[in-house]
């Protein structure tokens, strides 16, 4: 008997979904046990979740030498739209410095303000070009309040995986009005040049188990048997890095 495998790659962060789909031969009820866990198996990797498709795009684009940047406003207490206008005339010009000089510029932003003080403020997550260089360039095109950049995977944010710092620029609905957002959809706007994960499908014989590598990191692992309307229907995932990530103290 074949079943579906569903791997979902982005840099060294791998997603793979194991799953029995409908057969044609399958009964009505059957089929329509077999649906609900396909259903299941697809949403473990559906990029159309914000969480999931950020959690992909960070890994796909960016590594621990890359910034976690923080902006704030002082003194001023702008709304939404002026605060947009900010963060995009960053982004011009940090653009522009870097393509004078042929460097890449990524980018991931949100907008927050529905916490702390509720003032408005930015997370971002920016390549890194030079250390020295790149702290220096930021800080000075942010004329609004301070800045904080770190390693993405700095201790003193407890970033451990990718999710998690999908998690935490999601964490946020916009405000009620213009710029309210449907429940699902994307909080966070990102640079165009952001290379995607590769989805493959293949069909593969019951007994074959996950291929993790050695020296992979298993960050996530479930292998479930389901009775669904008293029909039996398999279900497995492992979510593993390559390469363990390298968090800095």
Same mark, same amino acid.
């Given at each position: 008997?074949?079943?579906?495998?569903?791997?979902?790659?982005?840099?060294?962060?791998?997603?793979?979904?194991?799953?029995?789909?409908?057969?044609?031969?399958?009964?009505?009820?059957?089929?329509?046990?077999?649906?609900?866990?396909?259903?299941?198996?697809?949403?473990?990797?559906?990029?159309?979740?914000?969480?999931?498709?950020?959690?992909?795009?960070?890994?796909?684009?960016?590594?621990?030498?890359?910034?976690?940047?923080?902006?704030?406003?002082?003194?001023?207490?702008?709304?939404?739209?002026?605060?947009?206008?900010?963060?995009?005339?960053?982004?011009?010009?940090?653009?522009?410095?870097?393509?004078?000089?042929?460097?890449?510029?990524?980018?991931?932003?949100?907008? %927050?303000?529905?916490?702390? *003080? #509720?003032?408005?403020?930015?997370? /971002?997550?920016?390549?890194?070009?030079? &250390?020295? !260089?790149?702290?220096?360039?930021?800080?000075?095109?942010?004329?609004?309040?301070?800045?904080?950049?770190?390693?993405?995977?700095?201790?003193?944010?407890?970033?451990?995986?990718?999710?998690?710092?999908?998690?935490?620029?999601?964490?946020?609905?916009?405000?009620?009005?213009?710029?309210?957002?449907?429940?699902?959809?994307?909080?966070?706007?990102?640079?165009?040049?952001?290379?995607?994960?590769?989805?493959?499908?293949?069909?593969?014989?019951?007994?074959?188990?996950?291929?993790?590598?050695?020296?992979?990191?298993?960050?996530?692992?479930?292998? %479930?048997?389901?009775?669904? *309307? #008293?029909?039996?229907?398999?279900? /497995?995932?492992?979510?593993?890095?390559? &390469?363990? !990530?390298?968090?800095?103290?």
């Amino acid at each position: 008997m074949k079943k579906r495998r569903r791997t979902a790659t982005a840099g060294d962060l791998v997603k793979v979904v194991d799953y029995t789909p409908p057969a044609p031969r399958d009964t009505k009820q059957q089929r329509a046990a077999k649906h609900k866990t396909t259903t299941a198996a697809q949403k473990i990797i559906n990029t159309k979740l914000a969480q999931g498709r950020l959690e992909m795009k960070l890994a796909a684009n960016f590594g621990s030498k890359d910034y976690f940047v923080t902006f704030t406003y002082e003194g001023e207490n702008p709304d939404r739209n002026t605060v947009k206008k900010n963060k995009n005339a960053f982004i011009r010009q940090l653009r522009t410095i870097r393509r004078t000089r042929n460097q890449v510029f990524k980018w991931i932003f949100c907008i %927050e303000h529905k916490h702390g *003080d #509720g003032r408005y403020h930015l997370h /971002a997550v920016i390549n890194s070009v030079n &250390k020295k !260089l790149d702290f220096d360039e930021i800080r000075s095109l942010w004329p609004h309040g301070h800045v904080e950049i770190t390693r993405l995977f700095d201790s003193k944010h407890a970033f451990c995986e990718w999710l998690d710092i999908a998690r935490y620029m999601t964490k946020e609905r916009p405000e009620e009005g213009k710029d309210e957002t449907p429940v699902g959809a994307q909080v966070y706007t990102c640079s165009r040049n952001l290379e995607k994960p590769t989805i493959e499908t293949e069909w593969i014989d019951e007994n074959v188990p996950f291929d993790v590598p050695a020296g992979a990191d298993v960050l996530e692992e479930r292998n %479930e048997l389901n009775y669904i *309307d #008293g029909i039996p229907v398999k279900f /497995a995932y492992v979510k593993y890095l390559v &390469k363990p !990530l390298n968090l800095t103290t």
